[in-house]
Structures are given as structure tokens and as C-alpha cells.
């Protein structure tokens, strides 16, 4: 059964992009078949963040205008088994395409893939439109703090007016020091303001800009804090309950040395 | 509308007479002596030739006008006659003419000379710059900006885009940059990218691309530089 996932956040820059990268890296890793789609028009990025931007030759609007096929636009990465990229264009704007063609375009891609993630362009202008228009789950990323989680809100709310029930909240770049200091929203602060079900919650992880800049996502370091945390991710969206990460920062001597042999469930 | 019944023109040698061709020969003599009325005293003394169109005149109507136009503005009337030549066109007719030439599937052959589009600044991520011939940048492309000639590239900067060359078929355009490190490369229907392995940074290399046989070849366009 194949899913379509829309991953927002209304405001910008809290992570989506890279959410949808790693979690599409993820899930192909896991074995499912997936496709990346860039709704993003005009201002491209997932493809850059798979390092894939130099294989560009057709993009989502030559699709949906029907100047290729599908399967012609479709990037396939090569360092992953079953991960497929649509990109977007850059020299165009949202408006070159509209809901229906989205609508139609998921369908499409429904019947050959597991997993289609939507990576969803900043705002609620036509974009998010665009980008909710095929889905049929969404989540929601955030990071902590007060507008961000405003955006959130309203993101939610217009989810809900589209029809797109009980979306899901992942909460990126968490900072438990901050917190414990309460210089930052904790976790339990965010839903209940937000008050829906939590996917999971990535760490602030300086390894995150290093694998972006590279065009490698950070879900196959295994050394890295937001690394696990995604791999966590992926688990819960293919239905498995997995225990959420716990960023305790001042673990003991002990904790570490079980957690490096691997003895430690996070 | 009533302004519109005649209009004056003026050419070279003299003047056009306007007029449409659904007025009757009275309302027609009417409006002109009336025009002329306020702006006759203009052409006093002059000498000059006066066409009409729009409507068709016989020889006493032609008379009688001619008449009345000497008599309004006291300028010697050579000859009054009916235009034959065709109207001038309309802008809009001009645009559509311009487009004529253009034909499909013959693509830009003139790669030593021909039309040649200028482009000053950088053409930055989202903007793409094209030419139905010839492109030149001067400044940078850089990532995610698209540079599309139907003849040849050149970039006066660094070259960090995309780049298409000879876009309409031609195998025979190069692409030339002061530094080439484009994200993708295309001259006609060939693609390529650059290899996936980090090259340190040579600063300016001059760089010339081309095909041979369907394959990209780059080469610096200096001796020094070989």
C-alpha cells in the first residue's frame, strides 16, 4: 500500500527539506521504494541537499505541462537502492503549477512507489497548496520556538480544512541544555500548544549542516545524534512503536560506553 | 466620434486626407471646412500636394474639396489625388512581421558571427537568461541560474550554473567561461556533468567546451594555461 506524505512547517527554515531528505533516504534504506517530490518551485533545494542537482535535466513542471514523461524526470540516486528524486524548477514560480496537476501526479506515482514524500515550500500561499493537494498524511516540523510553532499552528488548522486529519509533529533542532536551563520550549511545552501526536524530536546536531553541505543525508551516520533520531523516525511512519530518543546531555562515563557498544536503547 | 469623420496627416510633400468610408460625401465636406476653420491659417502660403484616402472620391467631388481646402488655408494645392500606396502598418502589424523570419527546426548556424545578446550582472539562482543566437554574460552564473543560447556561450566571470549551448541542435557551439564549473553542460542534445569527485579550486582557468563524437571536451583556450 502506497502512502503520500506531505512534510510543511508554514515557516522557513525550521528543517523540512532536510527532514524529507533523510526520511526518504530512510525509508529506501529500509527497503521500501521511494520517491522525493520538490514542490518547492523556484526556490529548489532537496536537490542539492542529495547532492543530485548536477542530473537535472526534466523537472516537476515539464511533468505536469507533459513535456516528458514521469519516468524521465525522475532522478534515481545511485548510492541508495529504490530512492527516487522529482526535482523542481528553478527558473519558474508556484503558479506553473496548479492542485488537480498534483492531485494527478500523485496518483501516477502512487502506483509504482511505497513512499512519496512532498517536500512542501515555506508559507500557505499556492505552494503548500500544491503540495498538500495529493497527500494523504502530513507532518508537521517545528523547532522550538514561539513563531515557529505559531506557524505550526496555523499549518495545522489549514491541514485540517484540507481534509488532512491527525497530522503527525516532528520537532527539529532541540537543544536539551537550553531547555533544561528553560531557555527553550521543552517538548511537552510545543504539544501542548499544538496538541497532536508526535512523530519525534531531532536534536540540534552540527553533523546536520556538514551532511547537507555535502549532499549526503545524515541518516547513515551512524555516529550522529540526528541521525538515530531520524532512523526512529522512519520506524514510526512504516508503524512500528519505537521509544523516543533520550538527549540527556550530561550522561555518565558509564551510559556512554554502553551506548558506543551498543548496549543502550535509545 | 464625430472628431474621427476626417484627420489630416502630413507626409514629406503635403498632406494625407483621411477619411471613412460609411460618411456621405456632405457630412465628409462638412467636417473639413470645419477643421480647417481652426487650423487653416497654419498652412498659409505654403505649396504642397494633397492625397486622400479611405474613401472613394469622384472627379467634381475631388474638385469641390480640393477647392475648399485651397480657399481655407490659402496654400497652393499641386495636385490633389487619390493614395494609392499601401497604408503604413500598424504596430501591431509590425511586431508580427519581425516574428516572420524565424523558422522552426533550422536551427542557429551562424557560430562565427551573427546575433548576439549581451547580458550585464550575474545571472543569479532562478533567473535564466536565453538567446535566439549568440549569448555573452557579463559576470557570473552562478548555481541554479540557467544560460541558454541557440549559438555560443560565453561567460565574462565565473561559469557555476547551468549552461546550454547550440539549444536548438547545433553541435558545432562551444561554451566559454574564465572559469568553468558548471553544474551541468549541455551543447545541442549532449549532457554532461561535471565528475563527482571535489576538484581543488585552480582560480580563473579560461576554459573552452565543444563536442567531438558526442562527447564534451574541455580545454583551456590559452597556451599559457596548457
Redesign the interface.
Known sequence: MSEVLVITSGKGGVGKTTTTANLGTGLALAGCKVVLVDTDI???NLD?VMGL?????YDLVDVVEGSCRVKQALIKDKRYEGLYLLPAA??RDKSAVNPQQMMKLCQELKEEFDYILIDCPAGIEQGFKNAIAGADRAIVVTTPEVSAVRDADRIIGLLEANELRNPKLLINRLRMDMVKRGDMMSIDDIIDILAIGLIGVVPDDEKIVVSTNRGEPAITDDKALAGQAYRNIVRRIRGEEVPFLNFNEDQGFVDKLKKIFGLKAN | MEENIINFKATVNGLILIMREEDDFDTVYEHISKKLESSGRFFKGASMSVKYRGRKLDAEQEKMVSELISKKTNAEIKNFEEDTSAPEPTAEETEKVVEKPRMKRVFFKDLEEGVTKFHKGTVR????VSSEGNLVVIGDVN??G?VVATGNVIVMGSLRG?VHAGADGNKDAIIAALCLQP??LRIADV?T??PDTKETSKGLVPEMAFVRDDLVYIESFLPQYK
Open positions: 523556484g526556490l529548489r542539492v542537482e548536477n542530473r537535472i535535466v528553478q527558473t | 539562482s532562478g533567473k535564466l548555481p541554479g540557467e547551468m553544474v551541468q549532457i556533468r561535471p
